[in-house]
């Protein structure tokens, strides 16, 4: 009679790990989509800065075009639109 007493409480305590275990690994779980949704998160503001960037650069790369071709001074459109690489 103690033994089964025994046994029965015996497998209560492994459900009870089993189900600690469990909810371990699906707040791991959790946490780890969370992280990457952050970093994907990061990801996509970097990339629109980058595309803002380059979209101001074409911008100002064809006004310059646009002030040569009406034969305004390389010397003036390097003033008025200075071009750095960065």
């Known amino acids: 009679m103690e033994e089964h007493k025994f046994n029965a409480e015996t497998e209560r305590e492994d459900r009870k790990i089993e189900m600690l275990e469990l909810e371990l690994a699906m707040k ?10 952050k970093r994907l998160n990061v990801d996509k503001e970097r990339l629109s800065y980058e595309k803002e960037r380059l979209k101001f650069k074409i911008d100002v790369l ?6 040569l071709k009406e034969v305004m001074p390389q010397e003036e459109v390097d003033i008025l639109l200075p071009v750095t690489n960065d």
């Open 28 to 37: 791991m779980e959790k946490l780890r989509a969370e992280t990457e949704r």
């Open 62 to 67: 064809c006004q310059r075009s646009q002030l």
